[in-house]
C-alpha cells in the first residue's frame, strides 16, 4: 500500500522587526505549526513507502521554510508564488490551494497543520477540504490504514475526550478523488525541533538547498486571473495590525486572612473571573 501524501506548509517570519515586516530568507522559517504535519507524512511512508510532496504558497522568501521540509525528508516541493497573491485572505488561500491540489491528483491524503504562528485562524485545512469536497478531520494525533476495512482510524483528543474515527479511503464512486484531508495536532512529535521521526542528515541539507528540488507555480500555471486572487478577491481585509501593550501591576491586600480572602473574591468577581 503505497501512499501519494501532499502536506500543504507555510513559511513565517520567525523574527519582525517593529521598523519593518518585510519577507527575507533571513527572517522566514517553516511554520512550526506545520511540522507535526511533515513528521506524520514521514512516518506514514516509512510504514507504508510512498512518496511526500511538500506544498506551499508565498513569496519567494518562503524558499527556506521549503528547504526545511525537503531536509526532513520530503520527495517534492512546489511553491505557488506570484504577485497577485499578496495579501490572500484564508478563503483565497484554499481556493488557490485547491487549485494545486487539483492539479496534483491523484494523492491518498493532504495534511496540514492545526494553524499558522502568525495569523493562528486554522480555517485554511477545512476550508481547502471543502473545496475539494473531500472529508476532513482536525487536530488528529494518530493516523492508521486499515486495509482490510479500507479505512483510516483516526484518533484526536478534545476537551478531555479521546475521539476515534472511521474515514473511507475511498469516497463514493462519483468523486474522481479518493482523498481525505486532516490536520494534525502539536502532540503529534515534538514541534519545537526539525522532526522526531527522521534525522537530518549533511546530505539531506545539501539536497534541501538544490534549486531543482522546488517547483515554482503562479497563477498561470493555474489558470487563474490576477483579479480572482490577492487582496481584491479576498472577502476578508485586515485593516489594523498592532502589537497588543500589555501592563503588570501587584496589589497587595491587607487585613485577616479571612478579610484577605473575601476582598480577593470580590475583585475577582468584579474582573468577571468568576460568576
Known amino acids: 500500500m503505497e501512499l501519494n501524501i501532499i502536506a500543504c506548509v507555510k513559511s513565517v517570519i520567525n523574527n519582525m522587526l517593529p521598523s519593518s515586516n518585510r519577507n527575507t530568507l533571513e527572517n522566514m522559517e517553516l511554520n512550526p505549526f506545520d511540522k507535526p504535519a511533515i513528521e506524520m507524512a514521514l512516518s506514514l511512508i516509512k510504514k507504508h513507502k510512498g512518496t511526500l510532496t511538500v506544498l506551499s504558497m508565498g513569496p519567494k522568501s518562503a524558499t527556506f521554510g521549503i528547504h526545511q521540509t525537503i531536509a526532513m525528508g520530503a520527495d517534492r516541493a512546489v511553491l505557488i508564488c506570484d504577485p ?9 488561500t484554499a481556493k488557490v490551494l485547491g487549485k494545486a491540489l487539483k492539479k496534483l491528483e491523484p494523492f491518498d491524503i493532504v ?7 502568525d495569523s493562528d485562524t486554522g480555517h485554511v485545512g477545512p476550508q481547502t477540504a471543502q ?7 482536525g487536530n488528529i494525533h ?6 482490510i476495512k479500507n479505512r483510516w482510524i483516526v484518533e484526536r483528543k478534545t476537551d478531555g475526550y479521546l475521539e476515534v474515527f472511521e474515514v473511507d479511503a475511498k ?6 478523488n479518493s482523498s481525505t484531508a486532516f490536520s ?8 519545537n525541533t526539525f522532526g522526531r521521526t527522521n534525522f537530518i542528515s549533511l546530505y539531506g541539507v545539501e539536497r534541501a538547498f538544490s534549486d531543482k528540488n ?25 485593516v489594523a495590525w498592532n502589537k497588543e501593550k500589555r501592563s503588570k501591576g501587584c496589589q497587595f491586600i491587607d487585613g485577616t486572612y479571612d478579610q484577605k480572602a473575601e476582598q480577593l473574591a470580590q475583585k475577582l468577581l468584579e474582573a468577571g473571573f468568576v460568576g
Open 214 to 238: 522546488i517547483e515554482f507555480w503562479d497563477n498561470q500555471t493555474l489558470g487563474l486571473k490576477p483579479e480572482e486572487t490577492g487582496l481584491i478577491a479576498s472577502p476578508t481585509k485586515i
Open 142 to 147: 494518530s493516523l492508521k490504514a486499515d486495509q
Open 111 to 117: 495534511l496540514f497543520g492545526t494553524r499558522s504562528s
Open 84 to 92: 497577485a497573491l499578496k495579501e490572500s485572505d484564508t478563503y483565497i
Open 184 to 191: 494534525v495536532s502539536s502532540s503529534f512529535g515534538d514541534s
Open 171 to 176: 469516497n463514493s464512486k462519483e468523486q474522481k
Open 131 to 137: 473545496m475539494l469536497d473531500i472529508p476532513f478531520v
